[in-house]
């Protein structure tokens, strides 16, 4: 599967491929974490989330892993389809600092069949 | 379909004018968040709502102003408009008050300030 480093802003994959978009986070007293899809014209859509107490979370097709030491976040999407292209944001949250959600620049990705 | 319903769709107006937009929250979404998405700055909180009490602030300019009211739809002012305040504003709503719930966002209004 395709990996990136840390954020760039696009990635390119073949259908069929696993992906892994990589976001760095900003607060160290973050404790929740999202990943969201927007597609164009469209809201931010929920795909999955993760708070600081785990250190990976699965969903369907999808697998969000945070790794706390080094404020990082990764969504990977396994077997990529042209459904899947889209902007992918993370989002973190530190309630006690009296704010929403945070989110990261985005990642574009383009899947070809 | 999230089910947050945002109206209008699209809104094109003049500078210097006041345009309110409107967010209706998923049923049995006690809080209501907004969000302002421009090419340059992102996705950016601007303030959430909760059970009609404001809960929390972010980078909302001061010409700009919201409300929940007792049925928790939302309403978004934005007065003495910009060229710069063109962008996507998004509505989200979630369960709770702390922020560290599930947000669902609507479609958006797109504002053009001509």
């Known amino acids: 599967g395709e990996s990136v480093g840390l954020h760039l802003p696009t990635l390119s994959v073949q259908e069929g491929d696993n992906s892994i978009i990589n976001c760095a986070y900003s607060?160290?007293?973050?404790?929740?974490f999202i990943w969201y899809k927007q597609e164009s014209g469209k809201g931010p859509q929920f795909i999955i989330d993760?708070?600081?107490?785990?250190d990976k979370r699965q969903g369907q097709r999808v697998t969000v892993l945070l790794n706390k030491t080094v404020k990082h976040l990764s969504l990977q999407i396994a077997a990529t389809q042209p459904g899947d292209s889209a902007v992918y944001f993370c989002?973190?949250?530190?309630?006690?600092?009296?704010?929403?959600?945070?989110f990261g620049k985005g990642t574009t990705l383009s899947v070809s069949s | 379909d999230s089910g947050v319903t945002q109206t209008p769709k699209h809104l094109i107006t003049a500078t210097g004018q006041r345009v309110t937009l409107r967010c209706s929250p998923r049923?049995?979404?006690?809080?209501v968040y907004w969000y302002q998405q421009s090419l340059d700055q992102g996705l950016q909180f601007l303030i959430q709502?909760?059970?009609?009490?404001?809960?929390a602030k972010g980078n909302i300019l001061e010409r700009f102003s919201a409300q929940q009211f007792p049925d928790l739809h939302s309403e978004l002012n934005l007065s003495s408009l910009e060229l710069g305040d063109s962008a996507l504003y998004f509505c989200?709503?979630?369960?709770?008050?702390?922020?560290?719930?599930?947000?669902?966002f609507g479609p958006g209004t797109r504002l053009t300030v001509l």
């Open positions: 049923s049995g979404d006690l809080s």
């Open positions: 607060n160290s007293a973050s404790d929740y």
């Open positions: 993760i708070r600081s107490n785990m």
């Open positions: 989200a709503s979630s369960v709770g008050a702390s922020g560290g719930d599930k947000q669902f």
């Open positions: 709502y909760y059970n009609g009490e404001e809960r």
């Open positions: 989002a973190e949250n530190a309630w006690e600092a009296g704010t929403a959600l945070i």
